[in-house]
C-alpha cells in the first residue's frame, strides 16, 4: 500500500467513530489512489458502508465510484446493490455514463433492471448503450417485466444443458466453466430441448448420487413447477409457501426458458413492499422518499398527500363553523373538540392497522366488509366506555362541571365505536374501487372520524349546555 | 372417492365464490370422511387456504385438524406453516394435545419454534411432552433462542458428513437416504470433525465435478462464513448483502455445528419485521391482532395505546383552555385549530416515515439528528408557505375576514416548518433512548405538533382578532 500523505493508518479499524470512517475514507478518495481506497473499501462491515457512503459530500462519492469504475467495478457494483433501489440510481446518475454503464455491467441481472428503472429514460438509455450489448440486451427485455412479476424477480444466470447430454458431460462442464459460474444458481440444472423449451429440473444432489453415464433428463424430478413470466409476487409466494424447492423456472410467452426465480428474491420483494406501505402509511406518495433527493421533488411528494387532507379538513371545519352560537357561550368545548376527534381517530386508526395485516395475510376480501364490521363494533364499544368514564372523570376534577363532563365522556363511545367500525371497513372498502388503502386509508378515516366526533360533541352541547 | 350425501361435486374448482368452498368443505368435515377432506384439501390453490380455514367456524376448523392430526399430519403441518404465527397458534390451541402434537411435530424445525413460542406455556409444554423426544429436545432448546438471531431462524436440517469421507461416501450416503434428506437444505454438505466442530463447506457443485475419489474437505471453500447462534437478523442481512452464498452454517457456544441459516428465511423476517411495525404505527402494542383472537385480549392491547394518548391530548386541551376568552370573542377560531394542528400533525408523520425508512436502510443514526432537522426545514418551508397561501385565500373566501385569514394562514407555515423539523427527529431521539421509533413516534410527534398549531394560532389571534 502507497503512502496517503496522511500519517494515520487507512483502515476502518483504526477509526473510532462513524464520523472518522467517512473522514478517513473521504482522504483516501481525495489522494486519487485507488488501491488504499479498495483496500478500505474491502475491510468495511457491510452495515456501515450505506452509512459511510451517505455521509460523503456528494463530489467525493462521485470521485469514489469513478475510481472504483476504472479500478474495481466488481467492487462498485456489489456497493450499490445493497443499497435500496432509489439511493443506488441517485449515485449511478452523478456519474459519467461510461462509468456507470462499467459498474451496471456488473451487477446481478434482477438488480440491474431495479436500479436502471429508478432512472430518468434519458440517462437509462445512454448507460445502456454504453454496456456491454448482452447485457444491455437482457436488462432492457427485463425492463418490460413488472417489477412485482416474475420476469422482474428472476435471475438469467443459471444452468442449462442440452436434454441428452450425461452427467459426465456436466461435471466436466463444471470443471471448465466452474469459476464464471461463481454468481449462478446453482442449485438445480435445467434440461433443455432443442428449441430452449424446459424439459426437465434436476436437483444438483442427483447428479452427486448417479453414476457418471446417466442422461441427466433421467434424473429430473416429475412434480417440478415452473411459472410464467408474468406470475404475480403474490402467487410465486404462495407457491413457495406450497412448495420446498429454493428456486422454480420461469418460461416465456414461447414457453422457452428465460430464468429462475429464487425463494428468497420473493421473500425481499415481499419486504420492500412492506417497507413502502410504511412510508405510504406516514403519508408519502409512492413510498419512497430519501433525503439524498432534490428538495422540490421530495416537497412536491408530500405536498401531494397534504392538499387533499387540507381539503378534507376545510369540511370538518365547515361543520364546527355551523356550531359557533355554541362555542361562544361554552368555549371550553374548543379544547375538547381535538381531544376527542384525535383520540378516536387513533382508535380508528388501529382497525386500520389490523385490517391492512389481515389483507395481506390473505384473511379478509372486500366482501368480509360486515363481518368486520361486527368484529370492531364489541372492542370499540369497550374501549371507549373505559376511555368515556376516564374522561368523564378527568373534565370533572378539571373543571368541576358534571354536564361539560357528561357531554364529553358519553361522546367517546359513540364516536369510538364508528371510528372502529369505519377503521376496520375502510380498507375493504378502498381496495373493493381499486384504489390503495395503505395511501388513502388513514385520512379518510380521520376525516370521517373528526366529522362524527365534531358532530356528537357539539349537537350535545348544543342540547345540554345552551 | 366415497359419497358425502350431497349431490355436489366435492372439489374446489367446481365451486364458484370464496363462500361456496368454505361451505363445501365445512359439509366435508361434517361428513367426517377424511378421504374427500384430504383430498379437497390438496386441490384447493394455496393463496385459497388462509382465508377459506379463516371462514369456517371455530368448531368445524377443529374438527378439520383433528381428523388430518390422524389421517395426514403433513398436511396440517404444511397449512399451518403458511399461516402468521399467531394464528397458527391459535389453531393449534384449539386441538387436543395429542393431536397438535402429531402435526406440530411434522413442521418444519424453524416453524415448530415460531408456532409454540406464541402458545401459552403450559399449552406449549403439554405439547412438547407429546411430540416425539428427537424433534421435542430440539424445539426446546430452539425456543431458548430470540426469533431475530440465527438460532431462532436456523434450520436444523442439514447434511453433515465426517471430514474424512469421500465424494463416493457421500453419493452412497444420498443414494440410500435421499428421499428422507427432502426437506433439508441440500446446496452445501458441511464436513464436521469428531467433536462436531465445523471442518468445511462443500458446495453440492464441486461434488459433482470431483472424482469419487476425492475426501469431502479437500473441496471446501476457502472463505466460507459461519455465523454464531446469537448473530442478529440485521447482522445476518448485511452478511448475506455482501456474499453469494445461499446459506451459512451456524456454530453454537462450543464452537459445534449447530444448524444451517438460509438467505430466504433472514429475508421473510425482515418482511415479517415491517409488517409489524406497520400495526405498530398504527397503534397495536406489540404489532400482532387478528380478529380471530378473544376480544378482551384485542381490546387491552389497543387500550394501552389510547390511554397515554389520551393523557397526552388533555395536555394539548390545556393550552386551549388557556385561551377560553379569545375563543369566547371568536368562536370560529375553534373550527381552525383542528385544521392547522391536524394539517401540520400529517406534514409531521410524513418526515417520522422518511426517517423510519432511513433508519432501517442504515442511512442514519441517532447522531445524524442535527442533519436530519436542517434537510426538513426546507420542505417544511416549502409546504407550508404553499398551503398557508391556499388556506389564507380559502379562510378569505369563506369568512371575508382578512385578519382571520392571515392569522391561520401565517400560522401553517411557522407550525409545519416545526413539524417537519420534530418529525425527523423524533424517531431518532426515541431510539437514543431506547424506545421503539415504530410504536412511539406518531403520538409524540402528534403531540408537539399540536401544542405548537395551538399555541401559535391562538397567540396570533389573541394579539390580532381581540
Known amino acids: 500500500m502507497t503512502g496517503t ?8 479499524q483504526a477509526a473510532t467513530s462513524d464520523a472518522s470512517v467517512v473522514e478517513r475514507l473521504s482522504r483516501l478518495v481525495d489522494a486519487a489512489q485507488p488501491d488504499p481506497v479498495v483496500a478500505f473499501l474491502h475491510a468495511l462491515p457491510p ?9 460523503m459530500d456528494d463530489e467525493r462519492r462521485t470521485a469514489l465510484f469513478t475510481l472504483l469504475a476504472t479500478h474495481d467495478p466488481d467492487l462498485g457494483a456489489d456497493l450499490l446493490e445493497h443499497f435500496d433501489d432509489a439511493y443506488a440510481a441517485d449515485l449511478v446518475s452523478e456519474l459519467e455514463v461510461a462509468d456507470a454503464a462499467s459498474i451496471v455491467d456488473e451487477m446481478d441481472s434482477d438488480e440491474q433492471a431495479d436500479v436502471i428503472g429508478e432512472l430518468d429514460e434519458h440517462d437509462a438509455e445512454a448507460i445502456l448503450d454504453a454496456m456491454s450489448p448482452e447485457e444491455a440486451s437482457d436488462t432492457r427485455r427485463r425492463l418490460r417485466y413488472d417489477e412485482n412479476t416474475a ?3 428472476m435471475i438469467t444466470e443459471y444452468l442449462q444443458y442440452p436434454v441428452g447430454w450425461t452427467v459426465e458431460q456436466v461435471a466436466e462442464d463444471l470443471r471448465e466453466h466452474g469459476e464464471a459460474y461463481g454468481e449462478y444458481e446453482v442449485r438445480y440444472v435445467y434440461a433443455t430441448d432443442e428449441r430452449g423449451g424446459l424439459a426437465g429440473t434436476v436437483p444438483m444432489r442427483r447428479l452427486v448420487m448417479a453414476p457418471r453415464g446417466t442422461p441427466v433428463a433421467e434424473l429430473a424430478v416429475e412434480s417440478a413447477s415452473a411459472v410464467s ?19 422454480v423456472p420461469v ?12 425463494r428468497a428474491a420473493v421473500q425481499e420483494a415481499r419486504g420492500e413492499a412492506a417497507e413502502e406501505d410504511l412510508a405510504k402509511v406516514g403519508g408519502i406518495v409512492g413510498g419512497e422518499e430519501l433525503r439524498s433527493m432534490p428538495v422540490v421533488s421530495r416537497a412536491v411528494r408530500r405536498l401531494m398527500f397534504l392538499v387533499p387532507i387540507m381539503l378534507l379538513m376545510m369540511v370538518s371545519a365547515a361543520v364546527i363553523s355551523l356550531f359557533r352560537d355554541t362555542v361562544q357561550r361554552v368555549p371550553l368545548i374548543a379544547a375538547f373538540l381535538p381531544l376527542v376527534a384525535g383520540l378516536c381517530g387513533s382508535g380508528g386508526n388501529q382497525a386500520v392497522a389490523v385490517s391492512m395485516r389481515e389483507i395481506s395475510l390473505g ?3 372486500p366482501v368480509d366488509v360486515g363481518r368486520v364490521a361486527v368484529l370492531e363494533a364489541l372492542p370499540g364499544l369497550i374501549n371507549g366506555a373505559a376511555l368515556g368514564i ?6 370533572f376534577l378539571w373543571e368541576h362541571d358534571a354536564t361539560l363532563a357528561l357531554v364529553i365522556g358519553s361522546a367517546v363511545p359513540t364516536t369510538l365505536l364508528l371510528a372502529a367500525v369505519i377503521g376496520g371497513a375502510v380498507p375493504l372498502l378502498l381496495r373493493r374501487v381499486g384504489l390503495d388503502p395503505a395511501m388513502a386509508s388513514g385520512p379518510v378515516v380521520t376525516t370521517l372520524v373528526d366529522l362524527a366526533a365534531y358532530f356528537t360533541v357539539l349537537v350535545l352541547a348544543t342540547l345540554l349546555l345552551t
Request: glycine letters at 8%; charged letters at 25%.
Open 390 to 395: 376516564l374522561i368523564f372523570f378527568g373534565v
Open 151 to 153: 420476469g422482474g424477480l
Open 363 to 365: 384473511l379478509i376480501k
Open 47 to 55: 452495515d456501515q458502508t450505506p452509512y459511510t457512503l451517505s455521509h
Open 5 to 12: 500523505g496522511t500519517p494515520e493508518n487507512p483502515t476502518p
Open 229 to 247: 413470466v408474468d406470475a404475480h409476487t403474490d402467487a410465486l409466494e404462495d407457491l413457495f409457501d406450497r412448495i420446498d424447492l429454493s428456486a
Open 251 to 262: 418460461l416465456d410467452d414461447e414457453q422457452k426458458l428465460c430464468g429462475v426465480v429464487q
